[in-house]
Each structure stands twice: as structure tokens, then as C-alpha cells.
């Protein structure tokens, strides 16, 4: 844990979390908008992924996941964290 490491009496801890909630036409407008931002697969080596692998993933969060008004959610869950110094 961050505060492992530092004196916690000259120290004060604060944070909050935001969720927010994105709401996209189908499964690849937020594939689309996730590439755009420039996020990708964490995995350090390449590989591609087969159109069958994608068809059933698109296929698997409209049967799970599509709201009633038929859109895709995204949620992302924001953390603002800050460390003040006592003095």
C-alpha cells in the first residue's frame, strides 16, 4: 500500500472516486473509442486476434450486456489520490 512507506504523522491521506458510465451505439464504437484513446492489450508481446474471436465478443455483450435502450456501457472508475505534508 502507498502509505506503507511513508511517516504517517507528518502525513495526511486524502481521496475520492468518480464512476462514470459511457454509453456507446455498439460493441465496436467503444472497441473503436478505446483505440483511439490509445489504449491496447497489456501483454507485452503482438499478436492479432481472429475475426471469429471479435464476432463472438460482440455477440456476447449484446446477449449480457446491452441496456434497454440497446447501447453498450463502459463504466471507468476514477481515483483522485493526494498526500499532504503536515508541517
Not at 4 to 21: C, L, N, Q, W, Y
Not at 41 to 62: G, P
Amino acid at each position: 500500500m502507498l502509505e506503507a512507506g511513508i511517516d504517517k504523522e507528518h502525513f495526511s491521506f486524502h481521496g475520492t472516486e468518480e464512476r462514470h458510465v459511457e454509453l456507446f451505439p455498439d460493441v465496436k464504437a467503444f472497441l473503436k473509442s478505446v483505440k483511439e484513446i490509445g489504449a491496447s492489450n497489456s501483454n507485452s508481446h503482438h499478436y492479432s486476434q481472429s475475426i471469429s474471436l471479435f464476432k463472438e465478443m460482440i455477440e456476447t455483450y449484446n446477449d449480457n450486456f446491452l441496456t434497454e435502450d440497446q447501447r453498450i456501457p463502459a463504466t471507468y472508475h476514477s481515483l483522485y489520490l493526494y498526500v499532504t505534508r503536515e508541517l
